[in-house]
């Protein structure tokens, strides 16, 4: 089975991050798609970042239709730091039948030299990425997959797919502001952000 990784804050999920994710499904015929909501990082204050619970909580309604799609909590099972590299570990410890293909963003991509264990994290997925801007940055992607040591030799793909225009951050500012978030993320999450007053709704 073809497993994606897709890792993030999802604070909140949004209608990107779900379009990114059905556009890859279909690019690469991934059979499954996990989303991975990291822990609460230490240096966000507690209005601009959601409880686990209720970040799980939202990406189950974003997810309910999707059958493909699924939640996986496991980096709230460590107590320590939790890099991509354990987590991945731990996934093919769960699925050791099955390929990974993990998820990064254009800004990820560039830097994934720096990554913990860059090198052994690439021995056991495919890497998947795909510019968010123009034809320059799609560019400056195809070098660096040529050109950056740390992706000699492994299997990296570049996906010709649209990424929309949207982040978590811009949309906290906008319930912030006051201005509407519809459109931005399913109906049935915008809901739950102003019924429990995330975001200081």
């Known amino acids: ?12 999920v949004h209608n990107g991050h779900l379009h990114l994710a059905h556009a890859y499904q279909e690019a690469e015929k991934l059979d499954r798609i996990l989303f991975v909501p990291t822990a609460n990082p230490p240096h966000k204050s507690n209005a601009d970042f959601a409880s686990r619970a209720d970040r799980v909580n939202m990406l189950r309604l974003a997810l309910e239709k999707d059958s493909a799609f699924e939640i996986s909590e496991i980096e709230f099972l460590r107590q ?7 987590t991945i570990c731990a996934l093919r410890a769960l699925y050791p039948q099955d390929h990974f293909y993990l998820i990064v963003g254009a800004d990820q991509f560039f830097a994934f030299d720096q990554w913990y264990k860059a090198e052994e994290i690439l021995s056991m997925v495919t890497l998947l990425s795909a510019p968010r801007l123009d034809e320059e940055e799609r560019r400056r992607m195809a070098q660096a997959k040529n050109t950056m040591p740390v992706f000699q030799g492994a299997d990296v793909h570049l996906a010709d797919i649209s990424v929309l225009p949207m982040s978590s951050d811009e949309i906290r500012t906008r319930i912030q502001a006051g201005a509407p978030i519809d459109g931005c993320v ?5 809901e739950y952000i102003y019924r429990k007053g995330l975001y200081n709704v």
């Open 80 to 86: 320590e730091k939790s890099y991509t590299y354990d």
């Open 186 to 190: 399913p109906k049935k999450v915008c």
């Open 1 to 12: 089975m073809k497993i994606g990784i897709y890792g993030g804050a999802f604070n909140p």
